[in-house]
């Protein structure tokens, strides 16, 4: 069995710092438990010290995200005014809150008050939230240990909304149920080296029914720029890759799952940029074995328009990629993918050098990865890798997607991101910038702590693995509540809170049967 991945990417980024750890294992004993592990020859197995969590580092982690909020700050100003203030609140928020982290919770747990100064900053506000992704990705291109190494990866997330009087919301296929349903879905391009991810940009897609005459009055009502005109998802995520690239972020190349890789045209559009690209691909994916011959077919008789687009001229017949699995002369090999905390992951990979015509295009020399799991299933990656890559290489970039799938999950979990509530463009703007930045403290604290305060390399032979497993998102979150626990009201606090929404309410109530009463008839 091959293994690609001698230094997992779970265990730590390209580049990163490995300081040796130094100090005896047990110097502290922290509990009854760890004395009795130390007398027994095991050695101080809960000594923070040995796992990178030295007090010195735990004791930082409010500061640290003050002085990450104060980086950002300027993104939170606007020509008037400085709200900065409810991003601290809302990022705290997040980190703190286990659930209900709408907007009036969250201005309820952090600050005491009804939330109307949170609801405004979020969903009328006009800061931007593509300054925020700006500053995120200044921050990751002066990041040193990143250099080398990264991935973007580009991919779509649905929620689920019960009206169409949400921005964006319209029947459309959500990914995560398997099936078409209301909902509504943000592109996102994340960005992920070793055990390190974040989400670098995001824009909402919004249908191509939203841009008709009848949907006018509800995109002004929730605030959808006039700017803004019907694009696909690939080409959102083609405008989000190049500028991403435009700003100078490293990165080795871009994964994407099926949707985008049968977009023919949008591969063809990376392959312009200069961008390095692994695209999963659908299994009727049609390929060509060897390099066809494309050309303009001659005019058969006098009648007729000439043909002016390219056709393929040879005799070769292209082959469905799983067509190429079911090959008895296909060579596999076994690789280890990467290591987990159930063990080792194992799959069996095919690499073949493949051409795909597009309609009226010529012909593109690529890499074909076939994957196939234990129990038979197969995947597919087209990767326009140069001829000359090796194969370990093209082996070990078909699996970076995986990445996406940690961060949406650090981002639904610990962050709240499927909490959000609101109806109007410009909150759901806010709210995913807000989540990118809270992922983006987590892969910059573990990093930094990664560098200042390595880990014991005991622990792995003492504990009998391979790899120590890498602090969680849920792990910072943990330290991040013992660090601001959510405040307490006293009675009378209480009381005039109760009292403020009691007022809020029936005045919402007045204002609607105002609304509601009908003008007297002058006849």
């Known amino acids: ?51 990178g969590l030295s007090a010195e580092a735990i004791s930082t982690v409010g500061a640290r995200l003050y002085e990450f909020w104060l980086r950002f700050r300027d993104c939170f100003t ?3 005014r400085d709200t900065s203030a409810n991003a601290y609140n809302y990022l705290r928020g997040q980190w703190t809150m286990d659930n209900a982290r709408n907007f009036a919770n969250l201005a309820r747990n952090m600050t005491g008050d009804d939330g109307q100064a949170l609801q405004h900053f979020m969903s009328n506000s006009p800061w931007a939230g593509q300054a925020v992704f700006g500053q995120l990705q200044a921050e990751i291109q002066a990041t040193a240990a990143l250099a080398q ?10 929620d689920e909304k019960a009206g169409t009087h949400n921005a964006g919301a319209s029947r459309q296929y959500n990914g995560r149920m398997g099936k078409v349903d209301l909902c509504r879905v943000d592109t996102c391009l994340t960005y992920a080296n070793g055990g390190l991810w974040a989400m670098v940009d995001g824009e909402l897609f919004l249908p ?17 720029p006039p700017e803004r ?13 190049k500028r991403v690239k435009a700003n100078g972020v490293p990165f080795d190349l871009l994964a994407c799952d099926a949707l985008y890789g049968r977009d023919s045209q949008f591969r063809a559009d990376l392959d312009t940029a200069g961008v390095l690209d692994a695209a999963q691909v659908p299994a009727d994916t049609n390929v060509y074995v060897s390099e066809p011959h494309v050309g303009v077919p001659e005019k058969r008789g006098k009648r007729g328009r000439p043909r002016p687009r390219l056709h393929v001229l040879s005799q070769q ?23 987990t905390e159930r063990g080792r992951l194992a799959a069996d990979f095919a690499v073949q050098r493949v051409w795909t015509v597009a309609v009226g295009q010529r012909p593109r020399a690529e890499w074909l990865v076939r994957r196939r799991a234990a129990e038979g299933d197969c995947s597919y990656t087209l990767l326009n890798a140069p001829e000359d890559t090796p194969h370990e290489r093209l082996i070990a970039w078909s699996c970076r997607r995986y990445f996406i799938e940690r961060t949406f999950e650090d981002a639904k979990t610990e962050i709240g ?49 391979e790899v120590l497993p890498a602090l969680s ?22 009381t005039d809170l109760v009292i403020m929404h009691l007022v809020n309410r029936t005045r919402s109530t007045s204002s609607r049967l105002k609304s509601q009463v009908k003008p007297h008839d002058s006849s």
């Open 417 to 465: 991101w499927d909490e959000f509530q609101a109806q109007k463009y410009r909150a759901g703007e806010h709210h995913l910038a807000l989540t990118a930045a809270s992922l983006w403290f987590v892969a910059q604290t573990k990093l930094a702590w990664t560098q200042a305060y390595p880990r014991d390399p005991e622990l792995a032979r003492q504990l009998a693995v």
């Open 473 to 494: 998102t849920a792990n910072v979150r943990e330290l991040l509540k013992a660090v601001f626990p959510l405040p307490q009201l006293t009675l009378e606090q209480a």
């Open 208 to 224: 191509e029914e939203w841009f008709g005459e009848a949907c006018a009055q509800t995109r002004h009502e929730l605030g959808i």
């Open 317 to 339: 017949r292209p082959h469905e990629v799983r067509a190429l699995t079911r090959d008895p002369q296909t060579v596999w090999q076994q690789v280890v993918v990467r290591h």
């Open 78 to 80: 606007t020509r008037t």
């Open 149 to 158: 190494g990264s991935t973007l990866i580009l991919d779509e997330r649905a």
């Open 1 to 51: 069995m091959q293994s690609w991945d001698k230094l997992p990417l779970e265990q730590s980024p390209a580049g990163a710092t490995q300081r040796q750890w130094v100090g005896p294992p047990g110097e502290q004993l922290a509990d009854n438990k760890t004395a009795e592990a130390a007398e027994s020859g095991l050695g101080d197995l809960h000594d923070p010290r040995r796992w």
């Open 229 to 241: 005109t019907f694009e696909t998802k690939s080409a959102l995520g083609l405008k989000m890759v």
